[in-house]
């Protein structure tokens, strides 16, 4: 969405939005729930974790860090990733308060 547009939304639909769009492809997911499991650190165990290219892997890295939900630190000739604890707890709050107010939906049309 351009940036001109994004005004027309509260502050919530913006952060829900772009949380989606890094959850929305399944390497991602994966790297995610990799993270999540080890709970360290990881530096170049997920191109073998995830049987993609590297140059796809760092792609896909790139795009959790911009969202704010894996952090890298720098250890000699490598990034090491890991789950940004805050910005992981605040989505799982947007997420919860987002589907928790549809919890009593029962029926459609």
Request: charged residues 15%; hydrophobic residues 40%; glycine residues 8%.
């Amino acid at each position: 969405m351009g940036a001109t547009k994004s005004d027309l939304f509260t502050q919530q639909q913006n952060e829900l939005a772009n949380m989606a769009k890094a959850l929305a492809h399944p390497a991602r997911i994966a790297i995610l729930q990799y993270l999540v499991k080890k709970n360290a650190c990881v530096c170049g165990d997920l191109v073998e974790e995830l049987g993609l290219a590297q140059a796809t892997t760092s792609q896909h890295l790139k795009e959790l860090k911009i969202a704010g939900l894996i952090q890298g630190t720098i250890e000699g000739a490598s990034v090491c990733y890991c789950i940004n604890p805050k910005v992981w707890n605040r989505y799982g709050k947007l997420l919860g308060a987002f589907f928790s107010e549809a919890a009593d939906i029962t029926s459609c049309c």
